[in-house]
């Protein structure tokens, strides 16, 4: 191993990031499919490792009997505001001992050396669930007062004499790349303004200070400065004076983003930060996406954050904890019973991240201190009290009613400590208003720093500044901060506006920002392993001369910075203006033809038996993507007489799939390559139209009866002449009944009987003034009617060898349900799959509901970013559209025996109103803005599609239990359903009019991974010496994920799970963080 720095290693066995030579990497992979088969540590070590877990045991036990007491007393306290409407059943408490799977591990039992020696500090502290805090809120909004939606906040004035308060004042600038206006025009327009004013402004005077978040505009302005000025920038960084934040490419959304896409924009932030700059970020700063969610937390503290800022959650909530001074605590993961996911967070207490709200309680005193609003400028203060420039004979009276707010808003926190922001959206723009806010503040600080009975210390501070002062004053008061686990969804800011809407919104481009993560991520793989190879073969090191690595780095880098701008906060939300929206998705589907490439030429090279016939050549590439894509439509006709396919699969799985390609004819045949024996194939109509078959068009649906090996190409496949019907006959395995609304399936699953139904629903907008938008969700008071049609659809049967399907076509839809005849996990899911099209309607939501008799009560659980699961609760004291909440990739249901799991391939809004029941909501067309900036609805609906797997499956045991509260997994299969959900095989063909060289497939791996890790990347890194180019390093990350064990799947899975220990031999440097 070259170097074996870990790049970032994140918790506990669950998320494994290496940067390692491949060669090596591929060596110990191999090794670890080997060791998880047959060796067990040594019968010494055994009864060590089990002394060792005993006394865990016995410590957890204890905190555990604490916690439970803990949460007794809450759940007491929350009864008078339970209304009772809907029955509250828990799903997850009435099991006492599991019956686990074989392996199954409780989550907070400690797996490896890191968490059960002897010297583990088991904290007893009060440990916050926040499902329990809104069991216990009356979520009534009353009026505060001058804080509206607070309380009046009281001091006696002498609180600080002992200790004084010790204010921060953190200038800040709020740079959205991408909302109204493009990410290029905010940059031309006002961002390097921002960044070339902040050279000078800074230099002028030492004490000022600034933090910086987007690292997609502040990369772009260094390409643009020269070399002196970014010697500036490195002295201030040194001096302290600019600080870094977050690190990201952009402010990340936390709800709609798969955790793969926030990797992306992480590293591909921080990346650029060690290259170019140095230095680290260590603190988070995330003031305006709609809602915060733990697993971004998680990545955080990966990445060597410790500490972190968020804003945009829920007033109720925002209230509550100001009340208790928990608006500063530990954010830990749910499944996490120690300390090590923890992430000291500070939740600003107000309405907004602006200068009106972040002094203290009342915005018409603080907007007064927004000296960018001072009279005759271009903004202006609502409450119509204009701030004045602070000068000699005001001074007293300004400080005095600034201190004012400053120590209220002080009583809502543990610690004498404060952080105030000081900006907006776009600040800083003009040189006059660095002077304006600079000059004045410093006015201010200097009266404080003259009146020491004042007991003040003001000065301006960036996040580091202050969190380094808040650990200093909490270690000298030997107190900690409480704990909590939990989410931040779904935000309202304020009376009933739920930004549930923005779940949804634009969903066209949000499956397509799932299809270029698939594309990258396929593609990184398959780059890295081409380029190893390439190294292998000619054994000096280098890649060969005709492979044009410099420009498919290129590629591979623009599609990580697509894939990383478009998770920003107004991108993947869609939440942005339309030519915005236009720009983003224009460079989504530009990076997936680019990455196509970068695909097609590395296949090219691993395949050829003779490496020496390699020929690059762009305008003829040797093979073509065939691989169907509903959204881009990229469909080719193969109409040769022989061709092979070249099918590629990208998961870490052994599987069985189905390939489908278009053919000119209705007689094509597949063959296997190898034997040239005849294939299972099944040959389908190409519908142009509901009623109408094309003439020219067929679909084939080869199943692969060999299996596919791991990730890299497989076998090939040569296809001819092939025959085949299409027939009318009744889905084989379940039995349809349909009518003019609904289809009601009755499938066989292990043996049970389970009734599901889909049906699909209308939601209007309410009748008031405020009106659903990108953002908001406000339904009409009657709620979702069901679809309704006045024709009858129609409704198209096929059966074959391969696959049996139902498509019911109606006018604002197309709705497919498909069983695969499949062996393995891919033949136990029905596929759902939807082609919506609302167009022609007017205020109007479509959702897709699955009804279910699974007694699942109140509660249901939907996905964090694809990374873990979240239990929701629906309470009668909610609106509806709070009860819908993001699902990236996951959501389920489930009672004592069964689990109903609906896998998305798409991010969507979910909800569960009534028990047994999931909806998603798959499209909204809406006609006005929802009066939160954008200015405008949101009609560019587009022809969407989107794709799902319904799961059902026994249950045997409960739920695992950490800290109190449930912990749930998906389980194995439906890790495994998801993975495959989310990563289809790639398909190419092999355009060769002449003789086709020889061919191999390319297998990499001698088996499957186990089925709980999951190969999230291989990423090839940078060359630190020529700028552009892919070094010999890449980042191996791998996910090692919780499943549930109250469900054995039969027959049993083909892959081993949960020998965890091999994890830790393929990457044995846990817990260290040498990234740079
Ligand atoms: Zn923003």
Request: charged share 20%; aromatic share 10%.
């Amino acid at each position: 191993m070259k170097r074996s720095r870990v790049l970032a290693v994140l918790v506990g066995g669950v998320f494994i990031v290496a940067v390692m030579s491949l060669n090596r990497m591929l060596e110990l992979m191999q090794g670890a499919g080997l060791k998880q088969r047959g060796e067990t540590p040594a019968g010494q070590d055994l009864s060590h490792l089990q002394q060792k877990i005993d006394r865990l045991e016995h410590l957890l036990s204890d905190n555990n009997r604490l916690v439970a007491t803990l949460r007794d007393s809450l759940l007491q306290r929350k009864a008078p505001w339970e209304t009772g409407a809907r029955a509250n059943v828990s799903s997850d408490s009435a099991h006492g001992q599991t019956d686990r799977l074989p392996g199954c591990r409780l989550a907070d039992e400690p797996k490896d050396g890191h968490a059960n020696d002897a010297n583990l500090v088991v904290y007893v502290v009060v440990v916050y669930q926040l499902l329990d805090v809104y069991d216990l809120l009356p979520f009534d909004n009353p009026d505060g007062g001058a804080w509206k939606q607070g309380f009046e906040i009281r001091y006696q004035g002498n609180e600080w004499d002992e200790q004084p308060l010790e204010l921060f004042l953190v200038p800040h600038s709020h740079n959205d790349p991408g909302w109204l206006k493009t990410f290029d025009s905010y940059y031309q327009d006002q961002t390097k303004h921002i960044l070339n004013n902040m050279l000078i402004k800074l230099s002028e005077d030492s004490r000022r200070k600034m933090i910086w978040a987007e690292i997609s505009f502040f990369s772009k302005w260094w390409n643009d400065i020269d070399d002196q000025k970014r010697e500036i920038v490195k002295r201030l960084l040194r001096a302290g004076q600019l600080e870094l934040v977050t690190g990201g490419w952009v402010m990340a959304d936390e709800a709609n983003s798969h955790y793969f896409a926030l990797l992306d924009q992480l590293i591909e932030g921080h990346q650029w930060i060690q290259r170019h700059l140095g230095v680290k970020p260590s603190s988070g700063w995330a003031v305006d996406p709609f809602g915060h969610s733990p697993s971004m937390t998680y990545l955080l503290k990966g990445a060597g954050l410790r500490d972190m800022v968020i804003q945009r959650v829920h007033y109720a909530v925002k209230k509550h904890f100001a009340k208790q001074q928990t608006l500063e605590f530990l954010w830990r993961q749910s499944w996490d019973s120690s300390s090590r996911s923890d992430i000291t967070c500070h939740m600003m207490p107000f309405y907004s991240y602006d200068v009106p709200h972040t002094c203290g309680p009342n915005p018409a005193i603080c907007c007064q201190f927004d000296f960018h609003r001072l009279p005759g400028g271009r903004v202006s203060c609502p409450w119509r009290i204009p701030p004045q420039p602070i000068t000699e004979q005001n001074v007293q009276e300004r400080a005095l009613l600034l201190l004012d707010q400053y120590r209220q808003k002080s009583r809502l926190f543990h610690s004498p400590v404060l952080l105030v922001s000081l900006g907006d959206d776009f600040r800083f723009v003009e040189s006059s208003e660095w002077d304006a806010q600079f000059s004045n503040y410093q006015k201010l600080f200097d009266y404080f720093d003259q009146h020491p009975e004042l007991h003040v210390k003001a000065r301006f501070g960036t996040l580091s500044d202050y969190f380094k002062a808040l650990r200093r004053r909490l270690t000298a008061a030997g107190t900690t901060l409480p704990t909590l686990r939990g989410d931040f969804f779904t935000y309202s800011d304020r009376d009933d506006h739920y930004w549930s809407g923005y779940f949804t919104s634009r969903p066209f481009y949000k499956r397509l920002d799932r299809t270029l993560e698939a594309t990258l991520r396929a593609t990184e793989i398959l780059f890295s392993l081409t380029t190893a190879e390439m190294r292998r073969y000619r054994g000096d090191g280098h890649l060969v001369a005709d492979f044009p690595a410099h420009q498919h780095f290129q590629r591979l880098t623009t599609g990580r910075r697509s894939l990383a701008l478009f998770q920003h906060h107004d991108g993947v939300t869609g939440t942005a203006r339309d030519p915005v929206v236009v720009d983003y998705g224009t460079r989504l589907f530009h990076s997936i033809l680019n990455l196509r490439q970068v695909l097609q030429s590395s296949a090219h090279w691993l395949l050829l038996l003779d490496k020496s016939q390699y020929h690059y050549d762009q305008s003829k590439p040797f093979l073509k993507m065939v691989t169907p894509d509903p959204i881009t439509s990229f469909k080719m006709i193969l109409c040769s007489l022989f061709l092979s396919l070249i099918i590629f699969n990208p998961t870490e799985q052994l599987r069985t799939s189905v390939i489908s390609i278009v053919v000119d004819s209705p007689d094509a045949r597949v063959v296997d390559a190898q034997t040239g024996q005849p294939m299972t194939a099944q040959i389908s109509a190409v519908w142009e139209e509901p009623t109408l078959a094309s003439a020219e068009d067929f679909q084939v649906k080869n199943e692969l009866v060999q299996s596919i090996k791991i990730f890299p190409l497989s076998g090939l496949v040569k296809m001819g002449i092939f025959y085949a019907s299409l027939s009318g006959c009744p889905l084989g395995g379940a039995t349809i009944i349909k009518n003019a609304f609904r289809l009601i399936t009755s499938a066989q699953f292990s043996g049970l009987v389970r009734q599901v139904q889909v049906q699909f629903l209308w939601y209007g907008t309410t009748r008031n003034r405020d009106k659903s938008g990108a953002y908001l969700f406000l339904p009409g008071e009657e709620g979702a009617q069901l679809y309704s049609s006045s024709e009858p659809p129609l409704v198209r049967v096929s059966r074959g060898p391969v696959f049996s399907d139902i498509t019911s076509c109606f006018r604002h839809f197309t709705h497919r349900v498909r069983l695969y005849h499949l062996e393995g996990h891919a033949g136990k899911s029905l596929e759902i799959s939807n082609m919506v099209d609302i167009r022609s309607e007017v205020n109007r939501e479509l959702a897709m509901r699955i009804v279910s008799n699974v007694a699942s009560g109140n509660r249901f659980y939907s996905d964090l970013n694809s990374f873990q699961m979240q239990q929701r609760r629906t309470l009668a004291k909610l609106p509806l559209q709070a009860h819908f909440y993001p699902m990236t990739s996951a959501s389920f249901l489930q009672d004592e025996t069964s689990r109903v799991s609906l896998l998305s391939a798409q991010s969507q809004a979910v909800a569960s109103l009534r028990p047994g029941e999931l909806e998603v909501i798959l499209d909204r067309r809406l006609q006005q803005d929802d009066n939160l900036g954008l200015g405008q609805g949101i009609t560019d609906n587009k022809l969407t599609a989107s794709l799902y797997q319904l799961l059902l499956e026994d249950r045997r045991g409960g739920a695992q239990e950490v800290g109190g509260a449930s912990v749930q997994h998906l389980s194995l299969l439906a890790h495994l359903t998801s993975l495959s959900l989310c990563h289809p095989p790639i398909t190419m063909v092999a355009t060769s009019d002449s003789q086709l060289p020889k061919l191999r497939p390319f297998l990499p791996l001698q088996s499957s991974l186990p089925c709980d890790v999951h190969l999230l990347n291989l990423r090839t890194l940078e060359d630190t010496q020529e700028a552009g180019s892919p070094s010999q390093e890449v980042a191996l990350l791998l996910h090692r994920k919780g499943f549930d064990c109250s469900s054995a799947p039969e027959p049993p899975l083909q892959c081993s799970w949960s020998a965890h220990e091999e994890v830790d031999t393929l990457i044995y440097l846990l817990y260290v963080f040498l990234y740079y």
